[in-house]
């Protein structure tokens, strides 16, 4: 079935090449920092982690959106789906596959990552976000490859698959559970010791992904044979709607319960956030930004009748993925660290190689994704001729 | 709770007959030995020893601050790279308002609200920076109660930094070696050359000195301003000891108590 990765069209291939020369460039870019260590970064002693950790904060979200495809058509039969799960398992390998590389990146020693490994250390919450990782990228692979080789067959997938499938599902959920308990389980960063951060970090992922999904559906429409359908993204429209409103109001409880409460050390990383602090205001307007665009995107959502028209919903869906973007990756992440627990304010911003090596893992994800999905479309495309 | 409930109720029994009234019994049951006996079972040294700071601001005097930050940082081979955003410490000062954020308040004395105080790590009984460690890098001995870290295992990935209430934690972005030391003929004048230098990526921090405690010595910070009872340093399992001593007879503040950390450097206000 890899044959299929490696014969295409001309644009094919120059899309390959363009995000290899991409991924190269961050290579190169991590090369340094390899070299002179991660003060070549814009992080401090007062922000220790920055956009590598932001982005991989919301590329576990993005990894979670294939079960949002699983559960309709494994467990409640919407068969409809039945096209596209594929797309979301995909997704999800090349999702859980920056977030790894990410992880990597932002490591200080990264030739010592199987320390993690050779000193299992269970009351670590990020030795648990390593195996639910791990676990969840194996699943996606074996789920995904198989369903797709037996699909090619024409034969139905082995029955050991349908347990593995099941188990994928309360799987996707702890990725994200987990990913929230490094931030929630913290004591004296207020923006992050909050109940509802998992929660949060669901709604907010079960909207940026399937969102993520139905643009990459528009483009694979586009671009091969292979029609994803009409209604499944109406449907995946949905959920994203319900997850986007879910997200928003979770995140105006956060708000209320701050600002309510009146006390300061709550509200202090909100603050600088939304209005700034003691005259450092560099997220203002990317918070801002990311407000507007979640109110744009849920009056294109909810609006009746609007996003039946798919130029819309992508609209929508790219406003949703951009707003989720800059909340849960530079808003949480940064947010968290200003002020620093002596309550000082020290701000980040990235630095270009830091930018480039982010830019390089988004390359690769997309590569990933580009000769996954190849594979994926050709085979319905063979299917669909015959 | 190290006294079992039934001989608690037997021994309130016994006082109530002996003494008269329960309430008395009680008072002298939970003595301030008691309540410690019982309230401290977080954390038990396997040596009765259990290292702990006193921080006693008013007996600095300026230049102090400066003689005992020099001692550790030259002891230790804390680089300076001279920027704020490379910055390594292991002991530093701050005012009151950000030593204990929260505790102030606006009309309060301005002696107090100007002093500065030592901060340094505050080798918690219940480190959250040991909780998230994914390689037990950092970790609290189990003889003494201080929290170590072993460089050559750390991965660097800064949960600790993020976890530590305190910012007591130092993250070495580039390699000290290449610009944090003074450099003569192209090689850099390291401190002490009886302690390691650290390499880039690693996290660093005060260990209160069991390189030093091992040869029978106080910590360096502790020595630098030794006489003037400025910084006192023993253990917290013995009540005979100093710091003990001044604990049970001034009032002392930890930082953030609220957090349940239980800090091991303590501060007597106004002593």
Not at chain 1, 97 to 119: K, T
Not at chain 1, 226 to 251: H, R, S
Request: glycine letters at 10%; a positive charge; proline letters at 6%.
């Amino acid at each position: 079935m890899l044959d299929k990765a490696i014969s295409g069209s001309r644009t094919y291939w120059a899309w390959l090449g363009f995000l290899s020369l991409i991924s190269a460039a961050g290579f190169i870019a991590y090369l340094f920092q390899f070299n002179y260590g991660l003060g070549l970064t814009g992080m401090s002693r007062d922000v220790t982690w920055g956009f590598y950790i932001a982005q991989f904060t919301f590329l576990v979200g993005v990894a979670a959106s294939a079960v949002m495809l699983v559960i309709p058509y494994y467990l409640h039969d919407y068969k409809k789906f039945g096209k596209i799960v594929i797309l979301g398992e995909f997704l999800a390998v090349s999702a859980v596959s920056m977030c790894i590389l990410f992880i990597f990146v932002d490591l200080g020693q990264p030739m010592r990552v199987m320390n993690v490994v050779l000193h299992p250390t269970p009351n670590s919450v990020m030795f648990w976000d390593m195996i639910v990782l791990s676990g969840y990228l194996g699943l996606n692979i074996v789920i995904g490859w198989h369903t797709l080789h037996a699909e090619k067959k024409g034969v139905a997938p082995s029955a050991w698959l349908k347990p593995l499938i099941y188990l994928s599902i309360p799987w996707a959920v702890s990725i994200h559970t987990v990913t929230a308990f490094l931030y929630a389980g913290i004591p004296g960063r207020h923006l992050w010791l909050t109940a509802i951060m998992a929660a949060r970090f669901l709604a907010s992922a079960f909207a940026a992904g399937p969102a993520l999904l139905i643009l990459l559906s528009l483009i694979v429409r586009n671009v091969s044979k292979f029609d994803p359908g009409k209604e499944p993204l109406q449907t995946l429209g949905k959920i994203v709607t319900y997850a986007m409103t879910a997200n928003v109001f979770f995140f105006l409880l956060e708000v209320f319960t701050a600002f309510y409460s009146g006390i300061p050390s709550h509200q202090h990383s909100l603050q600088y956030l939304f209005f700034g602090l003691e005259g450092h205001n560099a997220l203002v307007p990317w918070m801002w930004s990311a407000a507007a665009l979640a109110i744009i995107s849920l009056t294109l959502l909810i609006t009746p009748g609007l996003k039946k028209n798919e130029d819309i919903l992508g609209i929508a869906c790219i406003t949703v993925f951009v707003s989720t973007w800059i909340d849960k990756g530079m808003g949480l992440v940064v947010g968290g660290f200003i002020p620093n627990p002596m309550e000082r304010v020290t701000e980040y911003t990235p630095t270009f190689p830091e930018v480039l090596i982010t830019l390089g893992i988004w390359a690769i994800g997309f590569l990933i994704l580009s000769v996954l999905y190849k594979v994926a479309i050709s085979v319905r495309e063979e299917l669909a001729g015959n | 709770m190290s006294m079992q409930r039934r001989d608690f109720l037997k021994l309130l029994g016994v006082s109530t007959l002996v003494g008269g009234t329960g309430g008395g019994a009680l008072f002298n049951v939970l003595k301030p030995g008691a309540v410690e006996a019982s309230s401290g079972a977080g954390f038990k040294s396997t040596s009765g020893k259990t290292w702990a700071m006193v921080v006693d601001t008013g007996k600095f005097t300026p230049d102090q601050y400066r003689k005992c930050i020099k001692a550790c940082h030259r002891e230790h081979n804390v680089p300076d790279f001279g920027n704020p955003k490379d910055e390594i410490k292991w002991i530093w000062t701050d005012d009151f308002e950000h030593s204990f954020p929260g505790a102030g308040h606006e009309f309060m004395d301005e002696e107090l609200e100007t002093l500065p105080f030592v901060l340094m790590c505050n080798h918690c009984e219940k480190p959250a920076c040991v909780r998230v460690c994914p390689t037990q890098a950092t970790f609290k001995r189990a003889s003494d109660g201080i929290v170590v870290m072993d460089p050559h295992r750390c991965i660097g990935c800064r949960f600790c930094m993020a976890a530590c209430p305190f910012g007591a934690r130092s993250f070495n972005w580039r390699d000290p070696r290449k610009g944090g030391f003074p450099m003569v003929n192209g090689k850099p004048v390291i401190p002490n050359p009886e302690y390691p230098t650290r390499t880039k990526g690693v996290v660093e921090k005060c260990t209160f000195c069991p390189e030093r405690l091992a040869v029978g010595k106080e910590p360096a910070c502790v020595e630098a301003t030794e006489g003037s009872g400025a910084l006192v340093f023993g253990n917290l399992e013995d009540k005979r000891s100093e710091v003990r001593r001044i604990l049970a007879h001034n009032y002392t503040i930890q930082r953030k108590p609220e957090l349940g950390t239980n800090p091991r450097v303590f501060y007597v206000i106004g002593g």
